[in-house]
Protein backbone atom coordinates (compact mmCIF):
# COMPACT_ATOMS: atom_id res chain seq x y z
CA UNK A 1 0.00 0.00 0.00
CA UNK A 2 1.21 3.64 -1.58
CA UNK A 3 2.11 6.45 1.47
CA UNK A 4 -0.56 8.23 0.14
CA UNK A 5 -3.25 5.83 1.32
CA UNK A 6 -1.18 5.54 4.32
CA UNK A 7 -1.64 8.85 5.09
CA UNK A 8 -5.58 8.98 3.97
CA UNK A 9 -6.14 6.05 6.35
CA UNK A 10 -4.29 7.88 9.08
CA UNK A 11 -6.28 11.56 8.21
CA UNK A 12 -9.50 9.21 8.76
CA UNK A 13 -8.82 7.58 11.89
CA UNK A 14 -7.04 10.07 13.82
CA UNK A 15 -8.80 13.07 13.05
CA UNK A 16 -12.44 11.30 13.82
CA UNK A 17 -13.09 12.29 17.02
CA UNK A 18 -12.82 9.52 19.81
CA UNK A 19 -12.96 9.25 23.51
CA UNK A 20 -11.80 12.29 24.24
CA UNK A 21 -10.09 14.49 21.92
CA UNK A 22 -7.54 10.95 21.02
CA UNK A 23 -4.36 11.99 18.63
CA UNK A 24 -3.85 14.46 16.11
CA UNK A 25 -2.20 14.24 13.02
CA UNK A 26 0.42 16.42 11.80
CA UNK A 27 1.55 15.95 7.86
CA UNK A 28 4.48 13.94 7.44
CA UNK A 29 7.97 15.77 7.70
CA UNK A 30 9.25 15.51 4.30
CA UNK A 31 7.48 14.52 0.79
CA UNK A 32 7.06 10.59 0.06
CA UNK A 33 7.97 9.86 3.47
CA UNK A 34 5.64 7.37 5.53
CA UNK A 35 6.72 8.99 8.89
CA UNK A 36 4.30 11.31 10.55
CA UNK A 37 3.93 13.13 13.79
CA UNK A 38 1.13 11.90 16.23
CA UNK A 39 0.25 14.59 18.93
CA UNK A 40 -1.87 14.21 21.77
CA UNK A 41 -5.08 16.35 21.83
CA UNK A 42 -6.45 15.45 25.16
CA UNK A 43 -4.18 17.28 27.10
CA UNK A 44 -3.61 21.43 26.58
CA UNK A 45 0.09 20.80 25.13
CA UNK A 46 1.30 21.30 28.68
CA UNK A 47 2.98 18.01 28.64
CA UNK A 48 4.23 15.69 25.80
CA UNK A 49 1.95 13.38 24.61
CA UNK A 50 3.03 9.48 24.99
CA UNK A 51 2.28 6.71 22.78
CA UNK A 52 2.95 3.29 24.33
CA UNK A 53 3.76 0.96 22.06
CA UNK A 54 0.77 -2.15 21.50
CA UNK A 55 1.71 -5.36 21.40
CA UNK A 56 1.63 -5.32 17.23
CA UNK A 57 3.17 -2.35 17.03
CA UNK A 58 6.57 -3.21 15.23
CA UNK A 59 8.47 -0.05 16.47
CA UNK A 60 9.12 1.27 19.50
CA UNK A 61 7.98 5.46 19.12
CA UNK A 62 11.14 7.88 19.19
CA UNK A 63 11.13 11.17 20.54
CA UNK A 64 11.89 13.60 17.97
CA UNK A 65 11.68 17.89 17.82
CA UNK A 66 8.81 18.75 16.90
CA UNK A 67 6.84 22.03 15.09
CA UNK A 68 7.96 25.23 18.15
CA UNK A 69 9.15 23.27 20.38
CA UNK A 70 6.49 20.90 21.19
CA UNK A 71 7.41 16.84 21.41
CA UNK A 72 5.81 14.44 19.60
CA UNK A 73 5.98 10.77 18.86
CA UNK A 74 6.89 9.94 15.45
CA UNK A 75 6.75 6.56 13.93
CA UNK A 76 5.75 4.74 10.89
CA UNK A 77 2.20 5.47 9.87
CA UNK A 78 1.70 2.26 8.06
CA UNK A 79 1.44 0.61 11.08
CA UNK A 80 -1.66 2.28 11.90
CA UNK A 81 -3.26 0.22 10.45
CA UNK A 82 -2.50 -2.80 12.16
CA UNK A 83 -2.93 -1.68 16.04
CA UNK A 84 -4.43 1.34 18.65
CA UNK A 85 -2.32 3.39 20.36
CA UNK A 86 -3.51 4.57 23.91
CA UNK A 87 -1.62 8.26 25.08
CA UNK A 88 -0.39 8.61 28.73
CA UNK A 89 -3.47 10.31 29.82
CA UNK A 90 -5.62 7.37 28.84
CA UNK A 91 -7.37 8.31 25.61
CA UNK A 92 -7.87 5.70 22.81
CA UNK A 93 -7.33 5.86 19.35
CA UNK A 94 -9.22 2.29 17.82
CA UNK A 95 -9.16 2.08 14.02
CA UNK A 96 -13.32 0.98 14.25
CA UNK A 97 -15.15 3.94 15.45
CA UNK A 98 -16.73 4.04 18.38
CA UNK A 99 -20.24 6.07 19.15
CA UNK A 100 -20.00 8.31 22.44
CA UNK A 101 -20.94 6.62 25.51
CA UNK A 102 -24.97 6.43 25.38
CA UNK A 103 -26.93 5.15 28.05
CA UNK A 104 -30.61 3.37 27.67
CA UNK A 105 -33.33 5.07 29.62
CA UNK A 106 -36.91 3.65 29.25
CA UNK A 107 -38.95 6.57 29.27
CA UNK A 108 -42.12 4.78 30.42
CA UNK A 109 -40.79 3.41 33.63
CA UNK A 110 -38.20 6.38 34.28
CA UNK A 111 -39.28 9.99 33.25
CA UNK A 112 -36.95 13.08 33.55
CA UNK A 113 -37.69 14.00 37.47
CA UNK A 114 -36.91 10.37 38.58
CA UNK A 115 -33.44 10.45 36.37
CA UNK A 116 -33.03 13.86 37.81
CA UNK A 117 -33.25 12.40 41.45
CA UNK A 118 -30.83 9.52 40.48
CA UNK A 119 -28.53 11.96 39.30
CA UNK A 120 -28.73 13.80 42.43
CA UNK A 121 -28.15 11.07 44.94
CA UNK A 122 -24.96 9.97 42.67
CA UNK A 123 -26.72 6.85 41.43
CA UNK A 124 -26.27 7.69 37.69
CA UNK A 125 -24.72 10.53 35.95
CA UNK A 126 -25.94 12.74 32.87
CA UNK A 127 -21.72 12.86 32.33
CA UNK A 128 -18.60 11.40 31.39
CA UNK A 129 -15.00 11.69 31.69
CA UNK A 130 -13.79 12.81 27.75
CA UNK A 131 -10.39 11.21 29.29
CA UNK A 132 -10.95 8.28 30.91
CA UNK A 133 -14.79 7.65 30.30
CA UNK A 134 -15.73 7.08 33.89
CA UNK A 135 -19.61 8.24 35.00
CA UNK A 136 -17.84 9.90 38.47
CA UNK A 137 -18.38 12.94 37.68
CA UNK A 138 -18.95 16.28 39.76
CA UNK A 139 -20.10 20.22 38.76
CA UNK A 140 -16.80 22.89 39.27
CA UNK A 141 -17.64 25.29 42.06
CA UNK A 142 -16.50 29.22 40.25
CA UNK A 143 -15.87 31.63 42.73
CA UNK A 144 -15.36 35.01 41.88
CA UNK A 145 -12.91 37.48 43.88
CA UNK A 146 -14.36 40.59 42.09
CA UNK A 147 -17.36 41.97 41.28
CA UNK A 148 -19.35 41.64 38.30
CA UNK A 149 -20.76 44.89 36.57
CA UNK A 150 -24.27 43.90 37.79
CA UNK A 151 -22.90 43.88 41.60
CA UNK A 152 -20.90 47.03 40.95
CA UNK A 153 -23.86 49.05 40.14
CA UNK A 154 -26.26 46.89 42.98
CA UNK A 155 -23.67 48.21 45.66
CA UNK A 156 -23.51 51.66 44.47
CA UNK A 157 -26.47 52.62 42.89
CA UNK A 158 -28.62 50.45 45.94
CA UNK A 159 -26.34 49.68 48.71
CA UNK A 160 -24.37 52.70 49.60
CA UNK A 161 -25.97 55.52 50.35
CA UNK A 162 -24.47 59.13 48.67
CA UNK A 163 -20.62 58.96 49.24
CA UNK A 164 -19.82 63.10 48.64
CA UNK A 165 -16.90 63.56 50.59
CA UNK A 166 -16.53 60.17 51.63
CA UNK A 167 -13.36 57.90 51.69
CA UNK A 168 -13.94 53.98 50.75
CA UNK A 169 -11.14 51.29 51.42
CA UNK A 170 -11.34 48.21 48.83
CA UNK A 171 -9.61 45.41 50.66
CA UNK A 172 -7.60 42.90 48.10
CA UNK A 173 -8.25 45.63 45.18
CA UNK A 174 -6.86 42.62 43.34
CA UNK A 175 -7.97 44.37 39.65
CA UNK A 176 -9.43 47.26 40.77
CA UNK A 177 -12.98 46.64 39.92
CA UNK A 178 -14.39 48.23 43.09
CA UNK A 179 -12.33 51.49 42.65
CA UNK A 180 -13.56 51.97 39.54
CA UNK A 181 -16.96 51.71 40.04
CA UNK A 182 -16.54 54.11 42.39
CA UNK A 183 -15.00 56.68 40.70
CA UNK A 184 -17.70 55.92 37.98
CA UNK A 185 -20.52 55.43 39.79
CA UNK A 186 -20.11 57.17 43.06
CA UNK A 187 -18.92 61.03 43.98
CA UNK A 188 -16.11 59.78 46.85
CA UNK A 189 -13.75 62.08 47.73
CA UNK A 190 -10.99 58.84 47.48
CA UNK A 191 -11.35 55.46 46.81
CA UNK A 192 -8.04 53.43 48.31
CA UNK A 193 -7.29 49.78 47.28
CA UNK A 194 -5.16 47.66 49.28
CA UNK A 195 -3.82 44.71 47.76
CA UNK A 196 -1.05 42.01 48.78
CA UNK A 197 0.20 41.01 44.97
CA UNK A 198 2.57 43.33 43.35
CA UNK A 199 1.03 42.41 39.47
CA UNK A 200 -2.54 43.02 40.48
CA UNK A 201 -0.96 46.29 42.06
CA UNK A 202 0.77 47.10 38.84
CA UNK A 203 -2.31 46.51 36.85
CA UNK A 204 -4.25 48.90 38.97
CA UNK A 205 -1.76 51.57 38.21
CA UNK A 206 -1.58 51.29 34.94
CA UNK A 207 -5.28 51.31 34.37
CA UNK A 208 -6.03 54.22 36.43
CA UNK A 209 -2.57 56.34 34.47
CA UNK A 210 -4.44 54.97 31.14
CA UNK A 211 -8.15 56.53 32.06
CA UNK A 212 -6.75 59.17 34.79
CA UNK A 213 -8.47 58.23 37.44
CA UNK A 214 -5.32 59.17 39.68
CA UNK A 215 -7.18 62.00 41.42
CA UNK A 216 -9.60 60.31 43.26
CA UNK A 217 -7.58 56.20 43.58
CA UNK A 218 -4.52 55.49 45.08
CA UNK A 219 -3.32 51.92 45.20
CA UNK A 220 -1.40 50.53 48.43
CA UNK A 221 0.44 47.44 47.70
CA UNK A 222 0.29 46.27 51.90
CA UNK A 223 -0.99 43.92 54.15
CA UNK A 224 -3.75 45.02 55.03
CA UNK A 225 -2.89 44.52 59.21
CA UNK A 226 -0.88 47.28 58.99
CA UNK A 227 -3.03 49.72 57.79
CA UNK A 228 -4.77 50.40 61.04
CA UNK A 229 -5.03 54.37 60.26
CA UNK A 230 -6.45 53.99 56.93
CA UNK A 231 -9.29 51.68 58.91
CA UNK A 232 -9.94 53.95 61.28
CA UNK A 233 -10.97 56.83 59.16
CA UNK A 234 -12.50 54.89 56.39
CA UNK A 235 -16.50 55.79 55.61
CA UNK A 236 -17.37 52.85 54.02
CA UNK A 237 -15.12 49.51 53.71
CA UNK A 238 -16.09 46.49 51.01
CA UNK A 239 -14.32 42.88 51.56
CA UNK A 240 -15.52 40.28 48.57
CA UNK A 241 -14.15 36.73 49.32
CA UNK A 242 -10.68 38.59 50.96
CA UNK A 243 -9.44 35.86 53.00
CA UNK A 244 -11.16 32.65 53.07
CA UNK A 245 -9.47 31.08 50.11
CA UNK A 246 -5.91 32.66 50.36
CA UNK A 247 -5.04 32.19 53.93
CA UNK A 248 -4.90 29.32 56.42
CA UNK A 249 -7.62 29.71 59.16
CA UNK A 250 -5.34 31.27 62.40
CA UNK A 251 -4.29 33.71 59.36
CA UNK A 252 -7.92 34.34 58.72
CA UNK A 253 -8.81 34.50 62.60
CA UNK A 254 -6.06 36.89 63.46
CA UNK A 255 -7.11 39.12 60.15
CA UNK A 256 -10.92 39.52 61.33
CA UNK A 257 -9.37 40.33 64.85
CA UNK A 258 -7.16 43.43 63.11
CA UNK A 259 -10.29 44.48 61.08
CA UNK A 260 -12.61 43.88 63.85
CA UNK A 261 -10.33 46.32 66.43
CA UNK A 262 -9.46 49.26 63.47
CA UNK A 263 -12.93 49.30 61.53
CA UNK A 264 -14.66 51.32 64.52
CA UNK A 265 -15.51 54.39 63.00
CA UNK A 266 -19.17 55.05 64.36
CA UNK A 267 -21.59 55.20 61.17
CA UNK A 268 -19.45 54.39 58.68
CA UNK A 269 -20.23 51.13 56.21
CA UNK A 270 -18.85 47.58 56.07
CA UNK A 271 -19.64 45.72 52.97
CA UNK A 272 -19.19 42.20 53.04
CA UNK A 273 -19.47 39.24 50.33
CA UNK A 274 -20.32 36.35 51.84
CA UNK A 275 -21.77 37.62 55.48
CA UNK A 276 -19.89 38.10 58.63
CA UNK A 277 -21.59 35.26 60.15
CA UNK A 278 -20.30 32.92 57.51
CA UNK A 279 -16.79 34.50 56.96
CA UNK A 280 -16.37 33.92 61.10
CA UNK A 281 -18.29 30.58 60.84
CA UNK A 282 -15.45 28.12 61.74
CA UNK A 283 -12.64 30.02 62.78
CA UNK A 284 -11.06 29.98 66.48
CA UNK A 285 -12.36 34.03 67.26
CA UNK A 286 -13.96 35.65 69.67
CA UNK A 287 -15.90 38.31 67.65
CA UNK A 288 -19.04 39.24 68.72
CA UNK A 289 -20.98 40.85 66.27
CA UNK A 290 -23.91 42.54 67.95
CA UNK A 291 -21.64 45.47 69.85
CA UNK A 292 -20.06 46.09 66.79
CA UNK A 293 -22.16 46.11 63.51
CA UNK A 294 -25.68 46.28 62.47
CA UNK A 295 -26.47 44.40 59.40
CA UNK A 296 -28.80 46.91 57.17
CA UNK A 297 -31.85 45.20 55.22
CA UNK A 298 -31.15 45.44 51.45
CA UNK A 299 -33.95 45.08 49.05
CA UNK A 300 -32.36 42.43 46.37
CA UNK A 301 -35.72 42.94 43.97
CA UNK A 302 -34.40 46.19 42.88
CA UNK A 303 -33.92 44.47 39.21
CA UNK A 304 -37.01 42.83 37.63
CA UNK A 305 -35.20 41.49 34.73
CA UNK A 306 -35.30 37.48 34.70
CA UNK A 307 -31.68 37.26 33.70
CA UNK A 308 -30.68 39.19 37.08
CA UNK A 309 -28.48 36.57 39.02
CA UNK A 310 -30.44 37.39 42.19
CA UNK A 311 -28.25 34.74 43.97
CA UNK A 312 -25.30 37.04 43.39
CA UNK A 313 -26.86 39.57 44.86
CA UNK A 314 -27.64 38.25 48.12
CA UNK A 315 -24.39 37.38 49.12
CA UNK A 316 -23.55 40.78 49.21
CA UNK A 317 -24.25 42.23 53.15
CA UNK A 318 -24.21 45.79 54.26
CA UNK A 319 -23.74 46.86 58.33
CA UNK A 320 -23.31 49.64 59.98
CA UNK A 321 -20.64 50.05 62.34
CA UNK A 322 -22.60 51.12 66.14
Known amino acids: MGVRLNVEIIREHVRTPRRGRGLGLLQPRKKGSTEGWIRCRCRPLLARAQVEPSPTLLSTPIWNSAPRGKQYCSYSVRWLRQTS ?60 HSFSLMELKFIYHHVLPDLSGKVLVDVGSRLGTVLYGGYLYSSALQLYGVELNGDFCQLQEMIIKKYQFTDRIKVLHADICTQGSLLQNADVVIMNNVFEYFLDEAVQARAWEYISHNVRKQGSLLVTVPSLEESLSGLQINIQLSPWVEEVPLNYDVYPEKDIDREALEQIHLYKIL
Open 85 to 144: QRCWSGCELPIQSRPEPTIHVDAFLYDEDFIDSLCEEGKMSRNYCMVCGSHQTAPLGFIS
